[in-house]
């Protein structure tokens, strides 16, 4: 069970939005930025956003981030079928020492 | 460009030991903190453990405590994972990658299956 809850699946059709969820508690998240992760099928994973809500160059901007107290969503906005994969939040878990990712959320464009 | 490329994976017995590497191309590597994360197929990422761009700090997940050891020699730009003692359930794809300037990991390997079976 990952210390950063996501839901396992969401999905829509093209052209559509979709969230994310990543939920933590006051050690993770409270006080260290979140990033989030693409990897899709067969390919290693990639940093899709960093600090909350800032895309690297290279992230489309149908891309978006944001987080409140412990929790973090990831937006998807003009679905396209290349977007089809799995998206992880990650985060410093400072109390723990360690880095922890959420379970991970399948996009399918249906 | 930055590259990372893991090296060293393969099938192992139980019991016994494994490194793998990572080579690195296009990053400061001599000043730059790097990660291990693995994934079982089919499964989520988890995060094993980290060295410091000068080796001088180093962490490691609690479920490989004590079995993992994370190196690094700068003057070839490569960073290394020892796992000992291996169990069937390391086995998993590892990839090497960078740890970021905002508390991210900013680049990753290609990754190097690693298979622990009898």
């Known amino acids: 069970q990952s210390v950063l809850t996501q839901p396992p699946s969401v999905s829509a059709a093209p052209g559509q939005k979709v969230t994310i969820s990543c939920s933590g508690s006051?050690?993770?998240?409270?006080?260290?930025?979140v990033s989030w992760y693409q990897q899709l099928p067969g390919t290693a994973p990639k940093l899709l956003i960093y600090?909350?809500?800032m895309r690297p160059s290279g992230t489309p901007d149908r891309f978006s981030g944001s987080k409140s107290g412990t929790a973090a969503t990831l937006g998807i906005t003009g679905l396209q079928t290349g977007d089809e994969g799995a998206y992880y939040c990650?985060?410093?878990?400072?109390?723990?020492?360690?880095?922890?990712f959420g379970g991970g959320t399948k996009v399918t464009v249906l | 460009q930055v590259q990372l490329v893991e090296s060293g994976g393969g099938v192992v017995q139980p019991g016994t030991s494994l490194r793998v590497s990572c080579q690195t191309s296009?990053?400061?590597?001599?000043?730059?903190?790097m990660h291990w994360v693995r994934q079982t197929p089919g499964k989520g990422l988890e995060w094993v453990g980290f060295?410091?761009?000068?080796?001088?700090?180093?962490q490691c997940a609690e479920s490989v405590k004590g079995r993992v050891i994370i190196s690094r020699d700068n003057s070839k730009n490569t960073l290394f994972l020892q796992i000992n003692t291996l169990r069937p359930e390391d086995t998993a794809v590892y990839y090497c990658?960078?740890?970021?300037?905002?508390?991210?990991?900013?680049?990753w390997g290609q990754g190097t299956l690693v298979t622990v079976s009898s």
């Open positions: 600090e909350n809500d």
């Open positions: 060295i410091s761009g000068d080796a001088g700090k180093s």
């Open positions: 990658a960078g740890d970021g300037a905002h508390r991210d990991i900013d680049y």
């Open positions: 296009g990053l400061p590597f001599n000043s730059y903190g």
């Open positions: 006051s050690s993770i998240l409270g006080n260290e930025p």
């Open positions: 990650g985060a410093w878990d400072d109390s723990r020492r360690a880095w922890v």
